[in-house]
């Protein structure tokens, strides 16, 4: 409310106010001037970032908004929807502008407008670090760890890659590992070495007199990875010893009865965790599995709706919960879980592979050093193509994940290196053809399987 004035020192006071930047709820900010996509795919997965600018000289903010399968819808939706609505607004409330953005498409919590929503969420996060000259995680309470502890892939489709594999890793200086094995004539899901999302599929089937296969696509039967996946796990806990940490990812492939014997059946290699042992949609689940098992239980990289992790959560029926934080909306909605999970004594596990931006991992980053109930962090090394179009991006060493200690994320985008790797560069077959999206892959009746 304006002082009581006389009516022509009102009249002055009026016009400088209508002249002043935006002042909403106390402090004059900065304003949002352009809200734009730097689309590049430094290392074939294709990452969108949001980078928003401002009117204040050279202040400006990076989001991750990578839904890597669906990247184009999400570049429009934060083109063509996001950016009108965030013209002129003030960069400073943060949490007010994650919710107008949230309900101004009514229908809530679909995967393309969570991640338009996560880049620009990032980027406003992002330029509070610039603007307060400290790192986000100050921004959050300030650091309870040094460093993220990590753990890395290993992977191939005998079970002796798998082994030498992981020893590799073991000697670079991880204490965790995750590990996963192909199976003959199957499409196993990140077998080979270490590489993820189709790259390590094994072989496509056969043809129908070997497999007895009813298609020539690439084919999955859960009872064959099932068996194949306790002979790795018992030989690499062989071969390694009890001084590491396991972690296998299931990736919703099986059926619930089988997940219920297979958690069981893991007990003895003492997993660190056990991931996706059913999908989201089976999530009801995790009752039966939680009263027989010991087995340390991972979900959550697909959800992008609360109502999917609150249960869960709640009833205390997982141990590591996996959001994938663009998935979820950003870091406004996961600063609010990690509290969540805080509370029931479950850990965070943010989803981390290569399909999050050096943007992505650096906001996971910040929730990692600040939450107490931090678990663990997925790391895929950066490969030089990706350091060089993000400079700055967070260092891996002995098996941790180190911060930039530079305000916001501390981490510029290098525009002319991102254009040297346009959506598609390196994409061939099936993957060029479907836009960077995923195929299909089938069990031996012709049965599409969840991936
Ligand atoms: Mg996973």
């Known amino acids: 409310m304006l002082p009581v004035l006389k009516v022509g020192s009102r009249r002055k006071a009026l016009a400088l106010m209508a002249a002043a930047p935006v002042a909403l709820f106390g402090a004059k900010q900065p304003k949002i001037r352009d809200v734009r996509v730097i689309a590049t795919a430094p290392a074939g997965l294709r990452l969108s970032i949001v980078q928003i600018r401002t009117d204040q000289d050279g202040l400006h903010g990076y989001g991750c908004a990578t839904f890597t399968q669906r990247a184009d819808l999400v570049n429009l939706a934060v083109e063509r929807y996001l950016r009108p609505l965030l013209m ?9 502008i994650w919710h107008a953005c949230y309900n101004s498409s009514y229908w809530r919590n679909d995967a393309v407008m969570n991640n338009a929503l996560s880049g620009v969420d990032q980027a406003l996060w992002d330029i509070q670090g610039r603007l307060a000259g400290m790192p986000v995680y100050q921004l959050l309470g300030g650091k309870v760890r040094e460093a993220a502890e990590c753990y890395a892939h290993a992977g191939g489709d005998e079970i002796e890659q798998v082994v030498e594999s992981a020893k590799v890793l073991q000697r670079q200086g991880f204490r965790h590992i995750r590990v996963q094995v192909g199976v003959p004539n199957q499409a196993a899901y990140s077998s080979g070495g270490g590489r993820t999302y189709g790259g390590g599929r094994a072989p496509a089937a056969l043809g129908r007199s070997k497999t007895g296969a009813l298609h020539d696509g690439p084919m999955f039967e859960p009872a064959a990875y099932i068996r194949r996946t306790l002979r790795m796990l018992e030989k690499v806990r062989e071969a390694l010893g009890d001084d590491v940490e396991l972690l296998h990812d299931v990736h919703e492939r099986i059926l619930p009865t089988q997940a219920l014997q297979f958690a069981k059946d893991v007990e003895r290699f003492r997993l660190f965790f056990l991931e996706d042992v059913v999908s989201a949609e089976d999530i009801g689940w995790y009752r039966h599995i939680r009263k027989q098992t010991t087995t340390p239980l991972a979900m959550g990289e697909l959800f992008n709706n609360p109502n999917e992790w609150q249960g869960l959560v709640q009833e205390r029926l997982i141990d590591y919960l996996r959001i ?32 999050v931006s050096p943007i992505g991992h650096a906001a996971n980053l910040a929730l990692d050093l600040a939450c107490p109930n931090f678990g663990i962090r997925e790391l895929v090394p950066f490969n030089e193509q990706v350091q060089e179009v993000f400079p700055g991006a967070p260092v891996s060493k002995d098996g941790y994940l180190w911060a930039n200690e530079k305000p916001g994320w501390g981490i510029e985008v290098d525009e002319k290196a991102a254009a040297k790797y346009p959506f598609g560069h390196s994409e061939t077959g099936e993957r060029q053809r479907l836009n960077g999206g995923w195929g299909t892959v089938h069990r031996r009746d012709g049965s599409v399987i969840k991936q």
């Open 88 to 96: 002129d607004k003030p960069v400073g409330p943060v949490e007010d």
């Open 324 to 355: 994938h934080m663009s998935q979820a909306g950003g870091l406004t909605p996961c600063r609010k879980i990690a509290a969540l999970t805080e509370s029931f004594g479950v850990k965070t596990a943010w989803h981390g592979p290569g399909d």
